[in-house]
């Protein structure tokens, strides 16, 4: 078994910004405790940051595109889906113009992420139909 | 302080820790919430406020501070318009009506109003009790009106703390996810900032603000809108009136769903992506007090998913837009770059030295920005701040005898939303509790004939569902409440679609529901 590595990061539900410590092992995190340097949390966490990361190791998780044939999701290459979309969202903008097309950000991802979604929302398709979950 | 609509202790719990530790260093909690949560222990009162009623509460607080002269009167000549509005829309708001109305008996909205008013420094907190009403907007106006009138904002000790359930829904609304706005709170209309933005992206922008997500649904419904693009959201299960939400994006010519998981929402979708999750990626949160703190990859993901910025830049190249970035690095540079006067002084660098900074901070010499609105305690004021005064208005669906509870809803400690990650806790974690109960106060149990742990069936106007009663004394007669967590006990099948007009934020604090016991 490999040494165990420690990244420091900033815990990834609620809105309170605590500072984690991540304890990896063969590529898998293995224990969180609180960042005692964390000007947020002094070293403490809940139940959620320090035991709710098994999502990430999760053999549910998606690693494949998925597309609709036939009326039911089957695995896709990047190619093909990437292609499927760009040419449903170009048809779909040509016919009923960029107003038809809607984009629902990400409040989970990084700042950087939604930067992106929301540049080509605003370059690609040319509306600004993009909006989070600020409302619920 | 004031905590109003936040159960801090489930919702935020390291803020709840802060704010008992405060206790112990002489802070006085006054908490205002229908139900008798874990944060009344360290309160000095509780105001159980019947729900959705918090604007008479306000006003009456207001007035009493008027009648009795408590307000900072150079204050308010100072920085505020509109005194004499918020005078007259508050008069009929009495102790005694008021309580009429909240169920708070009139003398602890009296003494809570003096309370706030004479302390050295007053703060409100406020989670979405505040804000998941039709007239939430209201209700934010009226803290607003509250702070202003006393001088409690803009100094240490003081201010309105809005408490943000995501991890970073502050940020994504900073980077322009929003209708209305470019990165930095820049407004979309103001053609200065929108002539910034095309001469960097080398495009012409619509300076038209764009749809929210509550309009979003209406234009799917009227046919208006074609594809909707939804990244790591899961509105058929977060949404209120699900089976609405169900039927409408059936109606979609093309519906792309960007997750981790095959969601309720990705399985109806006409396309799914796979995307990585927190710990494989790198970047940058904005916490709620608007801390930019660095996010940092821990494991390597799996090599056929991909990062969020990544697949749309892909996209976007493929679509006739080349967008190509070698790092999260250089797209935050950019956003350095565009909004300079609220980031330009946040470098990664500087992350990694001071761990967070405070956004507005203009330039690499600047230390952040603690304390929001000081000017307003500095000097001449060019921009003044109005009061705006509001009337109070009850919630959208009353009770009667059909349907003769009141469900509000909330979040419970160990699961976050929908659950698709809280579902996965490491080995060995106890949890209380793993499935959906309907609390009730124990009168209603017993005149219903209901024992603890029994399966009851449900009903608004909207749908229906059997879920187990938990017996608490933590939500009053004539008040059940239930979280939104599990997919198998779909609570927004009950909720309304009614709508705060300005924010579209929906009522999911209060609908009238029936319970019925089960025929053996």
Known sequence: MAEPNFVKTICGYCGTGCGLVLEVQDNKIVKIRGDKEAPVNKGQTCVKGAFAFEYVHANTRLTSPLLKKAGKLVEATWEEAYQFIASRLTEIKSTWGPNAISMFACARSTNESNFVTQKFMRTVIGSNNIDGCNRT | ?520
Not at chain 2, 247 to 262: C, H, K, R, S
Not at chain 2, 501 to 511: D, R
């Open chain 2, 1 to 520: 302080m004031l905590l109003m609509g936040s159960n801090t202790t489930e919702a935020h719990p390291i803020i709840a820790n802060r704010m008992k530790k405060a206790v112990k260093s002489g802070l006085k909690i006054i908490v205002i919430d229908p139900r008798k949560i874990d944060m009344v222990k360290v309160a000095h009162r509780h105001l159980q406020i019947n729900v959705g009623t918090d604007i008479a509460l306000i006003n009456a607080f207001i007035r009493v501070i008027l009648q009795e002269g408590l307000f900072n009167k150079p204050f308010i000549e100072k920085v505020t318009l509109d005194f004499d509005k918020l005078k007259e829309q508050v008069e009929p708001f009495t102790p005694e009506y008021a309580a009429a109305i909240t169920g708070v008996p009139a003398e602890d909205i009296v003494a809570t109003a003096r309370e706030y008013a004479a302390s050295s420094g007053s703060m409100i907190a406020y989670t979405l009790g505040i804000t998941e009403h039709h007239c939430g907007v209201n209700n934010v106006f009226d803290i607003a009106n509250l702070a202003l009138l006393t001088g409690n904002i803009g100094k240490p000790g003081s201010g309105i703390m809005p408490l943000r359930g995501q991890n970073n829904v502050q940020g994504a609304g900073d980077m322009g996810c929003l209708p209305n706005q470019l990165a930095g709170a820049m407004s979309l209309t103001n053609d200065e900032f929108r002539a910034r933005y095309e001469k960097e992206w080398n495009v012409t922008l619509n300076p038209i603000a764009g749809d929210t997500q509550t309009r979003t649904f209406d234009r799917i419904e009227t046919g208006d809108l074609k594809a909707l693009y939804i990244i790591g959201e899961n509105p058929l299960l977060a949404d209120v009136h699900m089976n609405h939400t169900r039927t409408i994006f059936g109606e979609l010519d093309l519906l792309v769903v960007q997750d981790i998981f095959l969601t309720e929402t990705a399985k109806v979708a006409d396309v799914v992506l796979p995307a990585r999750s927190w710990g494989e990626v790198e970047g940058t949160y904005t916490n709620t007090d608007r801390r930019i703190q660095r996010v940092r990859k821990a494991v390597e993901p799996h090599p056929n998913t991909k990062e969020d910025w990544e697949i749309l830049c892909e996209l976007s190249s493929l679509m006739g837009y080349p967008m190509q970035y070698r790092n999260s690095e250089e797209i935050w540079d950019e956003v350095r770059r565009l909004a300079w006067e609220m980031y330009g002084g946040i470098s990664y660098d500087r992350l990694d030295n001071e761990y967070s900074i405070h956004y507005p901070c203009p330039d690499e010499n600047h230390p952040g920005t603690f304390i929001m609105h000081e000017r307003f305690h500095q000097e001449e004021q060019t921009k003044k701040a109005p009061f705006v005064p509001v009337d109070y208005t009850e919630p959208m669906e009353l009770p009667d005898k059909d349907y003769p509870f009141i469900l509000t809803t909330g979040r419970r400690y160990e699961s976050y939303n929908t659950h698709t990650q809280t579902r996965h806790y490491a080995a060995g974690v106890k949890i209380k509790q793993k499935e959906e109960t309907i609390d009730i106060h124990p009168d209603d149990a017993q005149h219903l004939g209901i024992t603890n742990g029994e399966v009851v069936q449900v009903r608004s106007r909207r749908g229906e569902l059997r879920v187990k009663a938990k017996v608490t004394e933590q939500v009053v007669p004539g008040l059940v409440f239930m979280s939104f967590h599990w997919h198998e006990t779909p609570t927004n099948v009950l909720t309304l679609n009614e709508y705060d007009p300005i924010s579209g934020t929906a009522e999911y604090k209060a609908c009238a529901v029936t319970i019925e016991k089960l025929a053996n």
